[in-house]
């Protein structure tokens, strides 16, 4: 089973940067799972932001095109979303997601915060 966490969450002005970093527990989930993140803002549901395949194939929600960038890296097991030009729709707790032959496992969340 695999152990997922989250960091890299805080307060941010509109218009900055953060990196979240999830780091996976076990190599096998690190390296031939399909790693995701989603975000659940106050009072939503919790969506989609961004995914990478094992083969490094990613994909992002519309809202984040150009300004997030989804990575990972094998050698530490860790998977990356850096966020740029923040905007206060941003703001919500982000959570890490791997799919590994049709289990799901989810981190705990890291919040992020994006306000004057």
């Known amino acids: 089973q695999a152990q997922l966490v989250e960091s890299g969450g805080g307060l941010v002005q509109p218009g900055g940067s953060l990196r979240l970093s999830c780091e996976v527990s076990e190599e096998i989930f690190s390296r031939h799972g399909h790693m995701a993140w989603f975000r659940q803002g106050p009072g939503k549901e919790r969506e989609f932001v961004a995914s990478i395949t094992s083969d490094e194939r990613t994909l992002y929600t519309d809202s984040v095109k150009g300004r997030f960038a989804i990575s990972r890296s094998h050698l530490s097991k860790t998977k990356y979303l850096q966020m740029n030009s923040l905007e206060p729709e941003n703001t919500g707790v982000y959570y890490c997601?791997?799919?590994?032959?049709?289990?799901?496992?989810w981190g705990q969340g890291t919040r992020v915060t994006v306000s004057f």
């Open positions: 997601n791997c799919q590994y032959l049709g289990a799901g496992y």
